[in-house]
């Protein structure tokens, strides 16, 4: 086919997954409760009703998702601890709980395959008061990423502090879709800030603890003036692009949040809470940004402030259809904007620091209706991935400086909010938790072994 692109060779070939997602074993080997555990405990919170409690099952079949991966050709695998049942609520290592990621390390090592390790996906312990509002659980996440790499460090070379600080402060604080649940803007920007104090701690405590590779992940949205010739479309586009991407990257690559935003925020901003010190640990120089991409968004201008809901949605600013195809959460498909974010991202954060871009999570759910012979025929899932990945390869091309992709997500599990009803795997799970790759599994394994696309 003549639109096929080829990678070059060395480039990194992932998949990905996160604890409270997939392991399950929620109450074995001396895990406490995250505020995950207590969120889907709540009427209403999950749309199936359903928790991690067992999810797919991870904790008992890491082995059998090992030589899944192995399988795929992967080599790399980017998996997250989940910190209650890595340490205890007093803070010392839960020997059973930290050996479960010891034993998936070399697992993965034996097949060949790089472990990837985030240590903060969203599974905060819950004993920790004022959760992210409170300046000391940076503290704590940081004596936590010490420990696990001291557990691990000797065999893992790749660490992430944070996926998605967006989704943690303002799903989890502003609109309250997420743990824990809280619904007020100022505690969003709050938590925004200890969630990048926290990544400034962790890399601190990676560094002394000898890694030598350590990033952060974000998830980035691209906003754009649904009239771009109307001057309140193109304000509120920056506004939102404002809270949404440069709140989280302008502090790690220019030890600064945004003046803009600030602005904004107005009597919101929690000046108090920001100390002297606290840029210079969160702009500490990092190896790799993390990219997630699934969609970009159109806005239009609508009556009230924006920074106090986490969704543009919400009556701040709306969003307009474009009129492009959509997957099962809604999203649209625009693989051009992820193209476009890869050069931004490279041009205005990470080329200048010299900094390498990874796509740590990039995929699509889909309905996955059509079954033969006991395989879905996922081409839907399988075109979204061609078109990322091609355009990836054109960014690439264009000059940027990316490193690998990671496929989100290895296998269906625990879709947050939406319980168990949306299904980004490549492998699926029946009712008995056995693995069935789909389709898009053989197609990914196919691209892998040849990095052609
Ligand atoms: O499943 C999530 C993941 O945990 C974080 N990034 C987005 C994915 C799809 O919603």
New binding site residues.
């Given amino acids: 086919m003549t639109d096929e692109v080829q990678f070059p060779a060395g480039f990194l070939w992932g998949v990905a997954t996160?604890a409270y997602?997939i392991e399950g074993a929620a109450a074995l080997d001396g895990r406490t409760p995250s505020i995950w555990d207590e969120f889907c405990q709540r009427p209403g919170a999950i749309r199936d009703g359903s928790s991690g409690d067992v999810a797919v099952d991870h904790y008992h079949r890491f082995r059998e998702d090992v030589a899944l991966m192995a399988d795929l050709g992967v080599t790399a695998y980017r998996f997250s601890v989940s910190w209650t049942r890595a340490v205890r609520p007093d803070g010392s290592v839960n020997p059973a709980g930290m050996d479960f990621y010891s034993r998936l390390v070399d697992e993965l090592l034996g097949h060949g395959i790089q472990p990837w390790v985030t240590l903060y996906?969203w599974d905060l312990p819950a004993h920790l008061a004022g959760g992210w509002t409170a300046r000391d659980t940076a503290y704590r996440f940081g004596e936590y990423a010490a420990l696990t790499h001291r557990a691990l460090g000797d065999r893992v070379a790749t660490w992430t502090t944070l996926?998605?600080p967006w989704c943690s402060a303002f799903l989890g604080y502003g609109s309250g879709e997420h743990a824990p649940g809280r619904q007020d803007p100022g505690e969003a920007l709050l938590a925004a800030h200890h969630l990048m104090l926290a990544h400034g701690l962790g890399v601190q405590a990676l560094r002394s603890g000898g890694a030598s590779q350590v990033g952060l992940t974000l998830?980035f949205t691209p906003v754009m003036a649904a009239d771009p010739s109307q001057a309140t479309d193109v304000e509120v586009a920056r506004r939102v692009d404002g809270v949404a991407n440069r709140l989280f990257a302008d502090p790690v690559f220019h030890g600064r949040y945004p003046v803009d935003v600030i602005v904004d925020a107005g009597s919101l901003w929690p000046v108090g809470a920001i100390r002297d010190g606290d840029l210079a640990l969160i702009s500490q120089p990092i190896d790799v940004l993390g990219v997630?991409f699934?969609s970009s968004q159109a806005v239009t201008a609508a009556e009230h402030l924006i920074l106090p809901s986490a969704h543009v949605t919400a009556g701040h600013a709306d969003v307009v259809s474009r009129g492009l195809p959509r997957t099962a959460m809604g999203w649209e498909v625009d693989p051009d904007a992820f193209r476009d974010l890869l050069v931004r991202l490279h041009r205005d954060y990470a080329g200048p620091a010299g900094v390498g871009l990874v796509v740590t999570?990039n995929g699509a759910a889909y309905a996955d209706e059509q079954v033969i012979d006991g395989v879905v025929q996922d081409e839907d899932r399988i075109d979204y991935v061609r078109h990322h990945l091609r355009a990836a390869y054109a960014a690439l091309a264009a000059g940027v400086d990316l490193r690998g992709y990671f496929l989100?997500s290895l296998i269906d599990n625990f879709?947050?909010a939406f319980g168990y009803s949306k299904k980004?795997g490549i492998v699926g799970v029946d009712e008995h938790l056995n693995r069935r790759p789909k389709l898009s599994a053989r197609w990914f394994a196919r691209v892998v072994s040849e990095g052609r696309v």
């Fill in positions: 996160s997602q996906h996926n998605e998830n997630n699934y999570e989100w879709e947050w980004f």
